[in-house]
């Protein structure tokens, strides 16, 4: 069943690119060495956010850069707002060829290669500044090309935010407080072990569930950034913010390897240098989002923001999970090492400036 169900969506989708790339005036070159003004090679993207969200801007500007730097050779159509499925069937029709590239949430890659799954761990990154230092690290872009010969190249990462719990009324500034709630997470296996591991239950469900959720006090609670306080409404209901920041996951801007052969060295040069142009231009308007989100959810919803968490006492409660993780996963175990040593040189670094 599952397997007819995935060919189904792979047919499903296929035909509605097919439909809608028919109205293009252009016949698409098969090689960017081959493309002209005139008949360019044109590169399908999908995601599932909205074409106001910030990310959705970020790959906007990569793709209107990218047109630019190979005067129209190669041109990017994105397909917004799920119109080609969910982000889990975005990446099988990337790895099957259907599509060129997607986004999807990093741990969603971990299907392919193990080490995506770090991402989805808890406490990985200290705060924002170590977040960004690290996945701006040119050791860590020699990793997303690495995942080459597993059908897949990763581009460049956008940030999501750090994840911090949000209740009704009740503030957690330690793992004692979660104790008897029910807390809405991702459907992800890190992501459910990690509320057990601090002593929460879990509820895994849909984020387009969770406002109602909340209303109908199915769950107690939830975890996200704080522009889902504004965007997601959900400040309209939970009254109390503690930024435990608990979980920093990336987003992944993913090609497929097929069509990566088909791009010469040059232009892929460019489109790597695109991609992370639109990741520099996203975390200024994402950083400035969050600060308009709490400014907002502050006075116009009343919403309290925790400060005086007790990170270390979360970071005891899920250290076990880290170990778990990378004798599961031998991926899991490189990654770790990777932040280490990337966060061992930037450390070097800043000593060495300061002296």
């Keep these: ?30 090689t960017s060495t081959e493309a002209t003004s005139e008949r360019p090679m044109i590169l399908t993207l999908a995601h599932g956010l909205s074409e ?75 705060d924002t500044e170590d977040f960004y230092k690290t996945m701006d690290d040119p050791l860590m872009y020699d990793f997303f090309k690495s995942s080459h010969d597993k059908g897949f190249v990763t581009l460049t990462y956008y940030t999501s935010g750090s994840r911090s719990f949000y209740t009704v009324n009740k503030p957690i500034r330690t793992p004692a407080d979660l104790k008897g709630m029910k807390i809405r997470v991702q459907d992800m296996k890190s992501q459910t072990e990690m509320v057990s591991a601090m002593g929460g239950t879990p509820v895994a469900m849909a984020y387009g569930d969770v406002f109602t959720s909340l209303q109908t006090g199915v769950i107690d609670g939830t975890e996200n950034n704080e522009t889902a306080l504004t965007l997601g409404k959900h400040g309209e209901i939970c009254k109390v913010y503690s930024t435990d920041q608990h979980a920093m996951i990336p987003d992944a801007l993913v090609i497929s390897s097929k069509v990566w052969d088909n791009i010469s060295p040059e232009d892929q040069k460019i489109m790597v240098e695109a991609a992370r142009n639109s990741t520099v231009m996203h975390q200024g308007i994402w950083d400035k989002s969050v600060e308009d989100a709490i400014a907002e959810a502050k006075a116009k919803m009343g919403v309290t923001f925790i400060n005086d968490i007790d990170k270390e006492a979360f970071r005891q409660a899920t250290a076990d999970m880290l170990v778990k993780y990378s004798k599961e996963y031998a991926g899991v175990e490189k990654m770790l090492n990777l932040i280490d040593t990337i966060r061992s040189q930037n450390a070097k670094s800043d000593a060495a400036s300061v002296n």
């Design 52 to 126: 106001t969200h910030t990310v959705h801007i970020a790959i906007s500007e990569f793709a209107k850069e990218l047109d630019e730097r190979t005067n129209g050779r190669i041109k990017v159509r994105i397909f917004a707002n799920g119109q080609l499925g969910s982000e889990l069937e975005q990446m099988e029709q990337v790895m099957a060829g259907v599509i060129s590239m997607t986004k999807v949430a990093s741990p969603m890659l971990a299907t392919y290669d193990d080490s995506y799954h770090t991402f989805g761990l808890p406490y990985i990154f200290n």
């Design 1 to 30: 069943m599952r397997k007819l169900w995935h060919a189904l969506s792979l047919s499903t989708a296929a035909i509605a690119l097919s439909v809608s790339l028919g109205g293009c005036t252009e016949q698409s070159a098969s």
